[in-house]
T-cell receptor
Framework: RKEVEQDPGPFNVPEGATVAFNCTYS??????FFWYRQDCRKEPKLLMS???SGNEDGRFTAQLNRASQYISLLIRDSKLSDSATYLC?????????????FGTGTRLLVSP | DAGVIQSPRHEVTEMGQEVTLRCKPI?????LFWYRQTMMRGLELLIY????????DSGMPEDRFSAKMPNASFSTLKIQPSEPRDSAVYFC????????????FGDGTRLSIL
């Protein structure tokens, strides 16, 4: 089983739609979680950290379910500029040092 | 603020040649990471330094790959000799210590080995 698994998509949605991505992780000792966004031919950029209580940043909401070992990202009122690949990232914090494991990403295409 | 700086942005060379990729982390960050990204394998961690010391190099593909961090503001990833299968985008990232600290990526080096 992969350490971090995501549906590769693509998710095709119209502007204004709400879309949700899930990500599962296998190591119950995982300590912290992030969502990154990657545009075509660009570097991954931090979108938001994911906190245990869930957190919101504008149109974006991230949730963490430790019991079921999954993380979700909800995007409301999708914009054309949201089209990108969304990477789920888990920090294993192995032996006192960071070990970030990246999922392969979920591709989102927002159309007019 | 300056982000992670990588050079060169693009490199095209013939197989068998030595390739050196360079990275300057964000000032004050004490962890540095080298990644490789391809369509087939996604983003793979190659090596991770903390306070200039290599902590985890289990992702380095083979002996042809080597990485150094002589000081807190500079790291290199070297491939010698290079092969066509090494063609990929190579990213450098840095972060502060702490489990909740995210990594910040450079623009990447697009490497093509002919």
């Amino acid at each position: 089983r992969k350490e971090v698994e995501q549906d590769p998509g693509p998710f095709n949605v119209p502007e204004g739609a709400t879309v949700a991505f899930n990500c599962t992780y296998s190591n119950s000792a995982s300590q912290s979680f992030f969502w990154y966004r990657q545009d075509c031919r660009k570097e991954p950029k931090l979108l938001m950290s994911v906190y245990s209580s869930g957190n919101e940043d504008g149109r974006f909401t991230a949730q963490l379910n430790r019991a079921s070992q999954y993380i979700s990202l909800l995007i409301r009122d999708s914009k054309l500029s949201d089209s990108a690949t969304y990477l789920c990232v888990v920090n294993l914090m192995n032996t006192g040092f960071q070990k970030l494991v990246f999922g392969t990403g979920t591709r989102l295409l927002v159309s007019p | 603020d300056a982000g992670v700086i990588q050079s060169p942005r693009h490199e095209v060379t013939e197989m068998g040649q030595e390739v050196t990729l360079r990275c300057k982390p964000i000032s004050g960050h004490n962890s540095l990471f080298w990644y490789r990204q391809t369509m087939m394998r996604g983003l793979e961690l190659l090596i991770y330094f903390n306070n200039n010391v290599p902590i985890d190099d289990s992702g380095m593909p083979e002996d042809r790959f080597s990485a150094k961090m002589p000081n807190a503001s500079f790291s290199t990833l070297k491939i010698q000799p290079s092969e066509p299968r090494d063609s990929a985008v190579y990213f450098c990232a840095s972060s502060s210590d702490g489990v909740y600290q995210p990594q910040h990526f450079g623009d990447g080096t697009r490497l093509s080995i002919l």
